[in-house]
């Protein structure tokens, strides 16, 4: 199965996203692949980030939610997680 991957840029809201066509890269920056949803299609997403970048875009208190049972009436929390 190829899944979809989008990155982040600018510093939206928490959730907010935007996909965008590429991706700055530098030596000194860790990247991490984070699992959520779009908040816009609430379909599943992987969003490449840089780490440092993560608190801008998701709650602390949502990592790690519930993905089995997340739905569009509970979409305030936004479940997210980092793959290892």
Not at 21 to 47: C, M
Not at 60 to 71: T, V
Request: proline share 6%; no cysteine; net charge positive.
């Amino acid at each position: 199965m190829v899944e979809k991957f989008s990155s982040l840029h600018g510093r939206p809201p928490h959730g907010h996203f935007h996909q965008i066509l590429g991706l700055t890269v530098g030596a000194n920056i860790d990247y991490v692949l984070v699992k959520t949803f779009n908040p816009y299609t609430h379909l599943p997403v992987n969003v490449i980030l840089a780490k440092a970048l993560i608190g801008k875009y998701f709650k602390e208190e949502d990592e790690n939610g519930d993905f089995e049972n997340y739905s569009i009436q509970k979409s305030k929390i936004l479940p997210w997680k980092i793959f290892n």
